[in-house]
């Protein structure tokens, strides 16, 4: 029974990694229809693990699970991208206020080890990875605030919002920019300046939607102020 259910959750694993790479690269678009029938021939499998896969996904933000027509690719505006980058940062900046009095020196540490962690990622251009390891970094100093309901809403936000942070983090560069912000929150942190980490952990919200939003298809060019402002938190 254990080897079933292990094969079922590797099996599963596949499968969302299959619809989330191909989202990721375009091959799949907005709006167009995944088709449980080839899948289930691909993987050789029913359609129950499929379908428990796009609930799955669905509620990451890779697909829309439509009465009647089944899943399609979601499609996110510009407003879509905005509204989350806003909240995120409002609601992780007042996190990493409240976490500064409370993070330990072993949890400082620990910071800095899963950024270094982050930067050989990085340097590697692992970005399945680095996004994974990237929310062990964020996760950390959220728990750190000791606000249950804000770690709740936090986390269901993230996790709506999925495809929209492994979007920007994607983009040609951002992760080693990430890593350089990483530093500088961590310096707050040890520095026990509320103030500035509040601030910083906001920025790196915000950039990070003006990266996803000004690299898009129809996107106007970044300004020469944005450029710089995505890339070095020039506070």
């Known amino acids: 029974m254990k080897r079933n259910i292990e094969k079922h959750l590797t099996l599963r694993e596949r499968i ?3 619809i989330r790479d191909a ?17 289930a ?22 697909l829309s699970v439509i009465p009647r027509k089944g899943a399609v690719v979601a499609a996110f505006s510009q407003r879509d991208v905005e509204e989350f980058y806003a909240i995120k940062s409002i609601l992780e900046g007042y996190a990493a206020r ?22 050989h990622l990085a340097e590697a251009g692992d970005i399945k990875n680095f996004f994974k390891v990237h929310n062990d970094f964020h996760d950390l ?11 709740e809403m936090v986390n269901g ?30 310096e707050a942190f040890r520095n026990k300046n509320a103030n ?6 906001q920025k790196n919200a915000e950039y990070g939607g003006i990266v996803l939003i000004k690299s ?6 970044m300004k020469k102020a944005e450029q710089t402002a995505a890339k070095h938190l020039d506070l």
Not at 196 to 201: F, G, N, P, S, T
């Open 16 to 18: 969302l990694e299959t």
């Open 23 to 39: 989202i990721m690269s375009g091959s799949l678009k907005p709006g167009e229809k995944v088709a449980e029938p080839e899948l």
């Open 41 to 62: 021939e691909r993987f050789g499998i029913s359609r129950t693990p499929i379908r428990e896969a796009f609930r799955q996904l669905e509620s990451e933000g890779y």
């Open 98 to 119: 409240k976490a500064c009095d409370n993070l330990t020196a072993k949890e400082l540490d620990k910071l800095t080890a899963i950024n270094q962690k982050l930067h």
């Open 141 to 151: 100093f959220i728990k750190a605030a000791n606000n249950d309901k804000l770690y």
């Open 157 to 186: 936000l993230v996790k709506k919002f999925q495809r929209l942070r492994v979007a920007s983090l994607s983009k040609k560069g951002r992760m080693q920019v990430s890593v350089e912000e990483h530093e500088k929150i961590i």
């Open 196 to 201: 500035l980490a509040e601030k910083l952990v």
């Open 216 to 221: 898009g298809p129809d996107a106007t060019p």
